[in-house]
């Protein structure tokens, strides 16, 4: 991988298994550390590359999510992983990379969003912000500078500075490029629940208890009805379950790898 790639590495160098883990929209893989410690899952081996575009990578030229999903099958593949992990913006990645049929093993999804109307409600105005050209830049500077401090209060008094410092980490402009097409993603479908199921792959719905992105009834009875589909509510978390419960979210991890079949 070039320049432009951002890796972390740990586990067993001979494991049985390989999981890549994708970060969220403008986080870096410093949001995957907590769960790649925990002992649940010592015996795999795992790669979390950040995402072309956040933190301190240079985003690439088609910043669409099938083209991101195309880039993170490839390193999946390059690096032999049979499951991969995705969180938020990540995950919606890893579910197209299974959509598009270019992955076939076990997915774990931790806040997955599901439709437009899923969304947060100050990212959606922020994307509505970013398309006026002189509001756009200055609204998305400020929100990279601001989020940081806000996000503190969110996280583990021990991770806090870290975590705030990767996500300030990024470019604003490359941001403002990579959620105006995820929101154009969101809108080409009315849910996403139903590309999940036909995708055919075991995957497993993770979500805090006190998640900000949203669920409808609908998504929520169709994910029920999707024979390989597991959803797991995660206690006391909210959006950023793999830091505020890493545990909880690595024995998931553990189970989707041990379920692979190569």
Same mark, same amino acid.
């Given at each position: 991988m070039g320049e432009r790639w951002q890796i972390r590495r740990a586990g067993a160098a001979d494991a049985p298994h390989r999981v890549l883990m994708?970060?969220?929209?403008?986080? =870096? #893989?410093?949001f995957y550390a907590d769960v790649m410690a925990e002992p649940a899952v010592a015996g795999l081996g795992m790669i979390a590359v950040t995402q072309p575009g956040f933190g301190p990578t240079e985003a690439p030229a088609d910043v669409s999510m099938e083209h991101y999903a195309r880039l993170m099958a490839d390193v999946a593949a390059d690096a032999g992983c049979d499951t991969v992990v995705g969180h938020s913006l990540g995950a919606n990645v890893a579910l197209e990379m299974a959509a598009l049929g270019l992955f076939h093993g076990p997915l774990v999804l931790l806040s997955p969003t599901f439709s437009h109307g899923d969304e947060e409600t100050f990212l959606t105005v922020?994307?509505?912000?970013?398309?006026?050209?002189?509001?756009?830049?200055?609204?998305? =500077?400020?929100m990279i500078r601001l989020l940081p401090k806000a996000l503190k209060r969110e996280l583990?008094?021990?991770?806090?500075?870290?975590?705030a410092a990767a996500m300030g980490s990024s470019d604003p402009v490359a941001c403002r490029r990579i959620v105006r097409a995820y929101y154009a993603y969101l809108d080409r479908y009315p849910s996403l629940v139903p590309r999940l199921c036909e995708a055919g792959v075991p995957?497993?719905?993770?979500?805090?208890?006190?998640?900000?992105?949203?669920? =409808?009834?609908?998504?929520?009875?169709?994910?029920?009805?999707?024979?390989?589909?597991? #959803?797991?509510?995660?206690?006391?978390?909210?959006?950023?379950?793999?830091?505020?419960?890493? /545990?909880?979210? /690595?024995?998931?991890?553990a189970e989707a790898a041990a379920a692979t079949v190569r």
């Open positions: 994708i970060p969220g929209g403008m986080c =870096t #893989t410093e922020l994307n509505a912000l970013g398309r006026v050209p002189v509001l756009g830049g200055a609204a998305w =500077t400020a583990p008094p021990h991770r806090a500075e870290a975590l995957a497993w719905v993770v979500r805090g208890d006190r998640d900000g992105i949203g669920l =409808t009834d609908g998504e929520r009875r169709g994910l029920d009805a999707c024979p390989r589909v597991r #959803t797991v509510a995660v206690a006391d978390a909210g959006h950023l379950a793999l830091v505020e419960q890493p /545990a909880a979210v /690595a024995a998931v991890v």
